[in-house]
């Protein structure tokens, strides 16, 4: 149902509907179906599409060059909370009109920060309060919250892990504050992006000091939250570099050994978004890999970088082709665990139009479903899944099957081996496996 405030933001535009790949509709799913199943779910419960805040509502298109561009018509309002309250009416019109189920905030985007701590304390609480009006009348849910611990100059030198004592004091503070907004508003995840958590100079560092201290304040998030009943995971999202030279959540490899060393590995997973992975010289489907081979595949953030740009640039998903690659980690892992597809990506600075933001959360979802219809007939039609196993046949009998239960010993290996002779040469048949992947898009 299409939620509305006092006022409608999107004029001209109601609910998308799904039409198929041949209508030339631009405000219509071509291949998002909310409702079809795919390898035994439907495509709403294999995506838990979500709009972001920051993106869609908050960022008008500023850069480094020049100011924003877009005149968002929910930002006029003088009054803070009201001004808060329209942004929240957009949203839930938004999400509604999309079809989707789901939203992600940062604390400071549902509201501006007060000039006190106390003054954000209660006007977060003022906010969810309507927030929770709107979840209710909607059905819309919060796939997850966060908080903002890296644009206030006060965390400069990083949040958990600043130097400071009393600035890692003021960051638990702001995420006691958001894990209460979240847990009001049922928030089925809680992420932690880390920001500022890096550094700029090994000189001026010491690394050891903050890294244990991220641990120690992510066990106690985990552990407030939990004696307040949340349920749900904590993500960690990986990110190598931006704002700082060195992010200590470099990746899903790094970020799961630090999960470990914490020793939050029941608690925590991972929310993989698409420019970190390559930002971090990795793909996608990579960090998708890494993180389902450690149970740890929790979330993504759906958007995409741009291959002669070395920066987060979170343009809209648009690469069917990697989007497949990703969707074939997604059903071999069976899908994610408790997260969802959120957009964090935002439409361009000459986007201007209204209508783009529906344009481009349009684009990223039909993006996304085809993806996982191609990566479906891949699976179920083609050779792909037989070429794997015939790939790895060698380990499931004989000395290759005793080698995977454990049972040989170096010189097993070293009697095997020299029975055998030298080894067939085996082909990977990479580029068959690409032919196949190009047939069923
Ligand atoms: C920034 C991150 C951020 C997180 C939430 O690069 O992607 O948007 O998703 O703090
Ligand atoms: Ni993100
Ligand atoms: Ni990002």
Redesign the pocket.
């Known amino acids: 149902m299409i939620i509305l405030g006092d006022k409608e933001y999107f004029k001209g535009i109601g609910a998308i509907p799904y039409e198929g790949k041949d209508s030339d509709n631009p405000l219509a799913y071509k291949f998002y179906n909310a409702d079809q199943l795919v390898a035994g779910k439907t495509m709403r419960e294999h995506f838990k599409f979500a709009m972001?805040y920051?993106?869609t509502l908050c960022g008008t298109g500023g850069d480094p060059f020049g100011p924003g561009t877009k005149n968002f018509p929910w930002a006029v309002a003088g009054d803070t909370l009201q001004a808060a309250k329209d942004k929240a009416d957009a949203a839930f019109e938004f999400i509604t009109k999309m079809g989707f189920e789901y939203y992600?905030f940062?604390d400071y985007d549902l509201i501006d920060e007060g000039d006190t701590l106390a003054a954000s304390e209660k006007r977060i609480h003022q906010i969810v309060e309507y927030l929770k009006e709107k979840q209710a009348a909607s059905g819309v849910k919060l796939l997850w919250g966060?908080s903002?611990c890296?644009s206030h100059p006060r965390y400069m030198n990083g949040a958990a892990s600043n130097p400071n004592f009393d600035v890692v004091a003021r960051a638990g503070a702001q995420v006691k504050i958001a894990l209460d907004a979240t847990i009001a508003l049922d928030g089925e995840n809680y992420?932690f992006?880390g920001?500022r958590e890096g550094y700029m100079s090994l000189l001026n560092t010491n690394m050891k000091m903050e890294q244990d201290n991220i641990g120690r304040f992510l066990n106690m998030a985990k552990d407030y939250a939990r004696s307040q009943g949340f349920k749900g995971t904590f993500l960690i999202?990986p990110?190598p570099m931006?704002p700082m030279k060195h992010q200590y959540d470099f990746d899903a490899a790094t970020s799961i050994n630090s999960i470990k060393a914490y020793g939050i590995e029941n608690d925590f997973k991972l929310?993989i978004?698409v420019?970190?992975a390559t930002l971090a010289q990795h793909t996608f489907q990579h960090e998708l890999q890494v993180a389902a081979n450690a149970g740890m595949l929790g979330s993504i953030?759906a958007?995409r970088g741009d291959y002669q740009n070395g920066w987060?640039t979170?343009q809209f998903p648009n690469n069917v082709l990697e989007t497949t690659e990703a969707m074939l980690v997604l059903l071999k892992a069976g899908g994610l665990q408790g997260g969802g597809i959120?957009f964090?990506a935002k439409t361009r600075r000459n986007s201007t139009d209204m209508e783009d933001i529906f344009l481009a959360h349009i684009g990223g979802a039909d993006t996304f479903a085809r993806a996982l219809l191609v990566a479906e007939a891949v699976m179920n039609m083609s050779a792909y899944n037989s070429l794997v196993d015939k790939r790895y046949a060698s380990f499931t009998s004989g000395k290759g099957a005793d080698f995977v239960a454990n049972k040989l010993d170096l010189n097993d290996l070293y009697n095997y081996a020299k029975s055998k002779g030298e080894p067939d040469q085996i082909s990977g048949k990479q580029e068959l496996f690409e032919n196949i992947l190009n047939q069923y898009l």
């Open positions: 972001a920051w993106h992600c940062h966060t903002n890296f992420v992006w920001g999202e990110k931006e929310n978004e420019n970190h953030d958007n987060d979170d959120n964090d």
